[in-house]
């Protein structure tokens, strides 16, 4: 009889972890990376496209409420109704900027539920590099946060930093106090 007691106890407590292992695995693969890359690069693509297209409304529907736009000058740095103000000119002249993408690596946390990214870009100047955080929201990806960024070649990074100096220094005097 005592062997009986230990053996339920153990098979309940084998049966209770092994569904939970299930649940678990279940949910896991709910969330597939290849399937959700096959989603993001068209998303990211279109949003790329909107702004060549000075598509004001498209192009600011892929952003969330809260969202981040970092731009390629220190000075640039704004939520999402702050970059719509900035931006709008730009648009109604329809011609906002206009990228391609070269290269792009997407990453998710392990809850599927947030993605980043970088891409190289190839835009009016030059090669930029976009780089960004995705939240999910029902079936869509939204953009949280984008980040442009210039790309600066080593062998002339001496002579870019020559040529901005002035301007940055008076910044960061601005910045520091």
Known sequence: MKYYK??????????TFACTQKEIKTEQSTFNAETEKAVINPMLDSFNVAA?????????N???D???????DAT??????????YAKPFFDRGKAW??????????????GEIAWFDELLNTQMKICRGSGVLTKKGKY????????STTVPNPIMN??????????????NQLKR
Not at 6 to 15: G, K, N, R, Y
Not at 76 to 85: G, P, Q, S, V
Not at 141 to 148: A, G, N, P, S
Not at 159 to 172: G, H, P, Q, R
């Open 62 to 64: 892929f952003y969330t």
């Open 66 to 72: 809260n969202s981040i736009f970092t731009g390629t």
């Open 52 to 60: 060549g297209k000075a598509d004001f409304n498209t192009y600011f």
């Open 159 to 172: 002579d870019v930093v020559k040529m901005k100096t002035a301007t940055e220094d008076s910044l960061i």
């Open 141 to 148: 990806w939204k953009v949280e946060q984008y980040i442009l």
């Open 98 to 111: 206009s990228f391609t993408t070269l290269e792009r690596y997407i990453y998710f946390s392990k809850s």
């Open 76 to 85: 640039e740095r704004w939520d999402k109704k702050e970059f719509m103000a």
């Open 6 to 15: 230990i053996i339920t106890i153990f098979f309940l407590a084998f049966a």
